[in-house]
């Protein structure tokens, strides 16, 4: 009963900061905060909706197998957002700074 | 309680999606792409207990393998212009 409830609120807390990383990688200004929303939902949404699955199966193969995908998500998704950052940085996109024009332009160089 | 998580996961990919669709610059398309391919694996392990059918997770895990590698590679074609491999930065179409 408890490990249920315990569950039930992992996985709303998870579907939450889903949604919170939707709506910020939609309205954010520019490319490296729109990253860091994505970054919050790669990592700690993803990990909460996992624990509360697993504390739902119980000590199963289908827990293990969600072990398995969290400490495989727990290893890429940082390297794919660094990666992504380190080469639009390294393309010349400038993150947006305080008194720049606003968003919308895009900018290609 | 699954269908809302869900629900959720839904929700987010369409806003992953719609940015994906707008967003001004590459990067931001793959960062959106990547959030999509995430979100699909949460889906899957997901449903796979909507529908308690635990093989579904095999299917999560190894969609977990394949968006690591096809957000790379997408990157690496993205900023040298080539797959195969040449640290040369001139040749790239960036």
Known sequence: MIIDILSWILLLTGGALGIL??????????FYTRLHAGGITDTLCAMLILTGLALQAGWSLAA???????????????TASHALASAAMHSGLKPRLEGDEPAGV???D | M????????????GLALARAL????????????NMFGTKTV?????LAFLSDRADLLDIALVYA???????????????RGNFHGSSDKDSGII
């Open chain 1, 106 to 108: 895009p900018h290609h």
């Open chain 2, 65 to 79: 393998l394949i968006n690591f590698i096809g957000v790379i590679a997408a990157l690496k074609l993205v900023t």
């Open chain 1, 21 to 30: 990383g939707g709506i910020g990688i939609h309205r954010f200004p520019d």
């Open chain 2, 2 to 13: 699954f269908i809302a998580v869900t629900l959720a996961i839904l929700v987010t990919i």
């Open chain 1, 64 to 78: 293990f197998k969600l072990g398995m995908i969290f400490m495989f998500l727990f290893f890429t998704s940082p």
């Open chain 2, 22 to 33: 707008a967003g001004p610059t590459t990067y931001d398309r793959i960062a959106a792409a």
């Open chain 2, 42 to 46: 949460l889906l899957i392990a997901v």
